[in-house]
């Protein structure tokens, strides 16, 4: 599991989104524009038939994640740690899926600890940058260039979508330009 990747392959990648939650959302700067690149990735991995897995932050305070992300995922993974791997992330991937695709909130804190952990442990792990979000936007940029420097792959909503299709060929292409577009 140790490979790096070049390019990102629908048939490797899992979809993760972070503590998208009804209680957190409103706090998080850009919050709706985050919410609405994660639903627009998530509609994508959808149709490509990627694993789409969901984690909430001590949903008995924080709530559970919004209503419009948690229909998307196929297992959500209720924790107390920052890093989401330390309460069984790891063990839903599965084993085909070695590129980790993170989306959500917040980015200086539960995404980049379970990204950092996900590097770690050998995955290759990008952050979708227009679908992630922080309080302040310091701790957002900050969190970025961390993970880049420690080997985080930094990519946007609309390059994912186009390199997950591959080609114009793709049966889905006609359906993802629309999501793209939107």
Not at 2 to 30: G, N, V, Y
Not at 100 to 128: F, N, P, R, W
Request: some cysteine; hydrophobic content about 40%; charged content about 25%.
């Amino acid at each position: 599991m140790t490979k790096k990747f070049s390019r990102i392959d629908s048939e490797s990648s899992i979809l993760i989104l972070i503590d998208l939650q009804a209680r957190l959302m409103p706090a998080i700067d850009q919050g709706e524009d985050v919410v609405r690149q994660c639903i627009r990735i998530a509609k994508i991995a959808q149709l490509l038939e990627i694993p789409i897995v969901g984690t909430e932050q001590s949903p008995k305070s924080l709530g559970s994640n919004i209503e419009s992300i948690k229909s998307f995922c196929s297992t959500t993974i209720s924790k107390e740690h920052f890093n989401a791997c330390a309460d069984g992330l790891i063990e839903v991937i599965p084993s085909n899926r070695q590129q980790c695709i993170l989306m959500g909130c917040e980015t200086h804190v539960c995404l980049m600890q379970t990204a950092l952990k996900l590097i770690d442990e050998g995955y290759d792990v990008s952050v979708v940058v227009d679908g992630v979000g922080s309080r302040g936007a310091l701790d957002k940029q900050i969190a970025l260039d961390r993970l880049a420097s420690t080997g985080a792959r930094l990519i946007t909503a609309e390059m994912l979508g186009f390199e997950w299709l591959k080609t114009a060929q793709n049966p889905a292409f006609k359906e993802v330009l629309a999501l793209v577009k939107e």
